[in-house]
C-alpha cells in the first residue's frame, strides 16, 4: 500500500491529538496542585505558606517595627511600583502606603514613632516621613549627593538612636557610612568603607554600630565615639540581615552565599559558633540565609532561608550550643523576618504564587521608559515578568511543638532537592544519562548554546503535538523552520521553563543553576531605569559557574560569546578558554557571524582532535532591536538566530563526532514576551545521535534540570541545590541512537531586512540602549516587537487562562 504526505500528516495529526490528551491527564504545570493544596512553581518547588497572608507591592526586601510593635513598615523594591507602606500588625490591615520613585531595603522608625526614614535608592537621599494618625505624612528629603545617574550612592540599612539625633545610613554604591542630623537634615561625617554595606544595627549602649559588608565576608565595627572602623570581623559569604540581642552580647550574621548565621560575640568580636540552615547536610548553594528574628523572650532564633522558601529554627538559649527545632514554610523568596508577642511576621519577596501572562505586553499611553511608567494602574504592571509576581507578608502564630514538626514535614515535602539526589540523580538503568559520578555515558561532546528571551508560545505556540497558543506565536514555523525541525524530529519540549526572570539573573540560572542574593536583589534597580547594573565579584556564586566545575574536574571546555567576546574573557576560569573570534552581545552582530566563528574553531580543533568535550555558544540575534529605525528587523534577526543555530547543529551532524554528541538549547530567560502558560515557560531544544525521534516530551524540565543533564554527562557533580534537585531529562533520551544528520532549512524571510518604517515603534525604539542585553527596558521592546508584526495599531489578545493546576487523572469540568 502507498503512503502519502496526506496520510503521514494525518497520522501525526492523530499522534498529536493522543499525546495532548496524555499531556491534560499526567503533566505538571505550575499553580496550585488540588490532591495537597500546594503551590508548584516552575522550577519544580512548591508552596504551602503558614499562617495568614496580606499582599505587599513589588519585591519587599524589608519590614520594621515601631518600637511599641503598633505599627508596621514594608519597603517594596522591585521592577515595577516601588513604594512604602504602613500596616497595623496586631489587626493585620494595610494603614497607608506611599508611592516612590526609588528606593531600596533601607527603613527605620524613630523611637517616638513619629518619623519613618526610607532610602531613596538612586536618587541619593533618605526620606524622612512623619507619621500622624497612622498614616504617612509629606516626606522631607537627606540628601547625600546628587541623583543618578550624575551620583551613584544608593543608602542601604538605616538606624536611628533613640533620641532621634543621630541617624546611620550605609551604602552599597559608594561603599560608605554617613552620619547625620536627622533633625537639620545635614551630613556630619562620611566614612569610606572597605566594601559594600548592606545593613547596619547600634548596640544597646549606642557605641558601637555593626554593619555588614555584603561582598567581603566581613562585618565592620564602627566606634560612634571615635568615628572610626575599629575593626572587621570574619563572617560568611554574602552577610546581609543583622541581629542583637537586646543585651547586646551576641550578635546574629545571615550570609547568603553560605545557608548560614554567624553567631558572634561581641565581647571578644570571635564567632561564638555557626548555625547551618540548610534542610540537609550540604556545601552547595541555594538556601540564601538574608532574615533574622528572635521570640519575645530570645530562646527562639527564626532564620529566612530565600531559596528554600521557608523559615530555619533554632533553640539558642545557650548560644554556641544552638539546636534546630526544625523549619516553617513560608511564600516564595521570603526577605526578611521580624517577631511581636507571639506573632512572626514574614516578606515573602514573589508572593505565593507563579503566573501566565497571556496579555503579554500592552500599549502605554506615554511613549517612556520603564522608569517613568511608576505609578500606573495594575493592569500595564502585570504585562512584564519583572513586575508580575507581587510580595506578601505572612503572619504565622508561634507553633506548639506538635505544629512545628508539621510545619517542617511540609517544608520538606516541599522541596525536590535531598542528599540522595546529589548522589543519585532520578533516572533509568541503561540511559545514556548517568545517575551518579562515575557511570559513564555514550556521550563524550556536550554542545549547550544559550540564547535570548523568548516565551514557548512566542516561537513555538503553533507546534502540533505541543500545548500553544497560536494567538501569541509571532515568531513560528516561517520565521523559525530549523527550531520547528529541531522539535519535530527530536523532542518537542512544551513544559520547559526557565529559572530566572531576565537577563541579568538568567545567565547566572543558564551557568550555575543559581543566581545569588545580590543579583535577584539589586537586578530591578536596573532593570527599571533606577540605577546602574552591578556587575562586581560580589555578585557570583562562591564556588563559581559550570567552566570552574569543568576545570577542577578535569573536563576541557570552551565558551564561544558567553560571559566574553573576542577572547577576552570576564571570569578567571574562562582565561584562555574562549574563542578568539567569537563576538558576545552585540544586536549589530548577526548570528551568522557567530555561526561562522564557531564552525571555523570548530573545524580548526577537530581536525587536531581537541574539540573540548564542553562548549558554550551564545546565539543571541533573537533578542532583537526593536524597530529602531536602521537596525534589523524582529523577523530578521530571530530568523537569522534560527538560521545561525540550524548551521551550526547540521554541520556538527556532518562531523565524526557526531556519533558522541548532544546539543542543548534554552533562552537565558523568558521575559521578552507572553505565555498562556506561565511567564517562565520557554523553548527549549535537545538533539543528537542519543536523543528521542519525534518525541513529544511533557515532563516538567527546567534550567537547572537541563544543566543537570549535562553535569551527569560530563561526570560533574551538582552546582547548587537546584540543579542537584532538579529533574534530568533522560525522558528525551534513548539508548539506541540513530545518526541520521541534522538537515539545514534555508531562511523563509530575508534575513537582511532593517526597520525602514517611521512610527511611534520606530521613534520609542530610538530610545533603546542596544549596548548590552540587560538595558533594554523590555515592556517597551516587546511591545514594538509586537506591532512590528502584528502592524502598529495591534492590540495584545485578552487572556485566555489564569489559574493553573495540576491535572487529574479524570479531568473535571472546571480544570481549565
Not at 102 to 123: I, M, P
Not at 470 to 488: D, M, R, V
Not at 540 to 551: H, Q, S
Request: with cysteine; aromatic share 8%.
Amino acid at each position: 500500500m502507498k503512503t502519502t504526505n496526506r496520510t503521514i500528516y494525518k497520522t501525526r495529526v492523530l499522534t498529536a491529538l493522543l499525546l495532548m490528551l496524555c499531556f491534560c491527564a499526567q503533566a505538571q504545570v505550575p499553580g496550585k496542585i488540588k490532591q495537597t493544596g500546594q503551590v508548584l512553581l516552575p522550577n519544580g518547588w512548591k508552596l504551602s505558606p503558614a499562617g495568614k497572608s496580606l499582599p505587599t507591592g513589588d519585591l519587599p526586601l524589608n519590614i520594621q517595627l515601631s518600637a511599641s510593635g503598633r505599627l508596621l513598615a514594608v519597603t517594596n523594591n522591585g521592577q515595577s511600583t516601588q513604594s512604602v507602606q504602613l500596616f497595623d500588625p496586631k489587626s493585620e490591615r494595610l494603614l497607608d502606603e506611599r508611592v516612590l520613585t526609588k528606593s531600596w531595603y533601607g527603613l527605620a522608625f524613630s523611637r517616638d514613632e513619629q518619623h519613618l526614614y526610607v532610602s531613596g535608592g538612586y536618587d541619593n537621599w533618605i526620606l524622612d516621613f512623619g507619621i500622624q494618625n497612622n498614616k504617612i505624612g509629606k516626606a522631607d528629603t537627606i540628601k547625600l549627593g546628587l541623583p543618578f545617574p550624575k551620583g551613584k550612592i544608593c543608602p542601604t540599612g538605616i538606624v536611628v538612636t533613640k533620641s532621634n539625633n543621630r541617624l546611620y545610613a550605609v551604602t552599597k554604591e559608594d561603599s560608605s557610612l554617613y552620619v547625620i542630623n536627622p533633625a537639620a537634615h545635614s551630613i556630619i561625617k562620611k566614612l569610606q568603607l572597605p566594601g559594600m554595606a548592606y545593613s547596619c544595627t547600634l548596640s544597646p549602649d549606642e557605641k558601637i554600630l555593626y554593619i555588614s559588608l555584603w561582598g567581603m565576608a566581613k562585618v565592620a565595627v564602627y566606634n560612634t565615639a571615635t568615628n572610626q572602623i575599629e575593626r572587621a570581623i570574619n563572617t560568611g559569604d554574602h552577610p546581609n540581615e543583622l541581629l542583637l540581642n537586646k543585651k547586646g552580647t551576641y550578635l546574629f550574621v545571615a550570609n547568603a552565599n553560605e545557608n548560614s548565621v554567624s553567631v558572634i560575640d561581641t565581647k571578644t568580636g570571635k564567632i561564638a559558633e555557626t548555625i547551618s540552615t540548610v534542610l540537609y547536610p550540604t556545601k552547595l548553594a541555594g538556601s540564601t540565609t538574608n532574615g533574622l528574628a528572635l521570640s519575645a523572650d530570645e530562646h527562639t532564633l527564626y532564620v529566612a532561608n530565600a531559596d528554600n522558601n521557608c523559615l530555619a529554627v533554632f533553640n539558642v538559649t545557650k548560644p554556641g550550643s544552638s539546636q534546630s527545632m526544625g523549619f516553617i514554610p513560608v511564600g516564595w523568596y521570603p526577605t526578611n523576618v521580624k517577631t511581636l508577642g507571639s506573632k512572626i511576621i514574614v516578606a515573602n519577596g514573589k508572593g505565593l504564587t507563579s503566573k501566565a501572562n497571556p496579555h503579554g505586553p500592552q500599549p502605554f499611553e506615554k511613549d517612556n521608559n520603564i522608569g517613568e511608567h511608576v505609578g500606573q494602574t495594575a493592569k500595564s504592571e502585570i504585562q512584564y515578568i519583572g513586575g508580575l509576581f507581587k510580595g506578601s507578608l505572612s503572619f504565622i502564630e508561634n507553633p506548639r511543638p506538635d505544629q512545628q514538626k508539621v510545619y517542617t514535614k511540609q517544608v520538606y515535602a516541599n522541596t525536590p532537592f535531598n542528599t540522595k539526589r546529589t548522589i543519585t540523580a532520578d533516572g533509568e538503568t541503561g540511559n545514556p544519562i548517568p545517575r551518579k559520578a562515575g557511570e559513564k555515558s555514550p556521550i563524550k561532546y556536550v554542545f549547550y548554546i544559550i540564547k535570548e528571551n523568548r516565551t514557548y508560545d512566542q516561537v513555538l505556540g503553533d507546534m502540533p503535538g505541543g500545548d500553544g497558543d497560536t494567538s501569541l506565536c509571532i515568531f513560528g514555523k516561517q520565521i523559525t523552520p530549523n527550531q520547528h525541525a529541531l522539535a519535530s524530529q527530536f523532542v518537542l519540549l512544551d513544559n520547559f521553563y526557565v529559572d530566572a526572570e531576565v537577563s541579568a539573573d538568567g545567565h547566572n540560572w543558564s551557568m550555575a543553576a543559581y543566581a545569588t542574593d545580590v543579583i535577584e536583589k539589586t537586578w530591578p534597580t536596573n532593570y527599571s531605569n533606577r540605577g546602574p547594573a552591578y556587575n562586581g565579584a560580589a555578585s557570583g556564586p562562591k564556588d563559581g559557574y559550570i567552566w570552574d566545575y569543568c576545570k577542577r574536574a578535569g573536563v576541557t571546555y570552551r565558551s564561544y560569546g558567553e560571559f566574553g567576546s573576542y577572547g577576552k574573557a570576564q571570569l578567571k576560569s574562562l582565561q584562555g578558554h574562549m574563542a578568539p573570534n567569537s563576538p558576545g552581545f552585540n544586536m549589530k552582530i548577526k548570528d551568522q557571524v557567530r555561526a561562522d566563528a564557531w564552525q571555523a574553531d570548530f573545524d580548526s580543533l577537530l581536525a587536531i582532535k581537541a574539540v573540548p568535550q564542553f562548549s558554550t555558544l551564545r546565539i543571541s540575534s533573537d533578542h532583537t532591536s526593536g524597530q529602531k529605525k536602521g537596525e534589523y528587523s524582529p523577523i530578521a534577526a530571530v530568523a537569522d538566530n534560527d538560521l545561525a543555530v540550524g548551521r551550526i547543529i547540521a554541520h556538527l551532524s556532518e562531523s565524526p563526532i557526531w556519533k558522541e554528541s548532544v546539543v542543548f538549547i534554552l533562552e537565558d530567560d523568558a521575559q521578552a514576551g507572553p505565555d498562556h502558560i506561565d511567564a517562565h515557560r520557554s523553548p527549549a531544544y535537545v538533539a543528537g545521535p542519543y536523543v528521542k525521534r519525534n518525541m513529544p516530551i511533557h515532563s516538567m524540565y527546567s534550567t537547572s534540570g537541563m544543566l543537570r543533564t549535562m553535569e551527569l554527562i560530563l561526570g560533574l557533580p551538582p552546582m547548587s541545590q537546584y540543579d542537584a534537585g532538579a529533574l534530568p531529562m533522560y525522558d528525551c533520551f534513548t539508548s539506541k541512537p540513530d545518526f541520521t544528520p541534522f538537515k539545514l532549512i534555508g531562511a523563509q524571510v530575508d534575513i537582511d531586512a532593517r526597520n525602514i518604517a517611521v512610527n511611534e515603534s520606530s521613534k520609542r525604539s530610538e530610545s533603546f540602549n542596544l549596548a548590552n542585553e540587560d538595558k533594554v527596558p523590555d515592556r517597551d521592546m516587546n511591545e514594538v516587537i509586537w506591532k512590528a508584526i502584528k502592524g502598529e495599531h495591534a492590540v495584545m489578545p485578552a487572556p485566555k487562562r489564569s489559574a493553573f493546576v495540576i491535572l487529574e487523572q479524570k479531568k473535571d469540568d472546571d480544570d481549565d
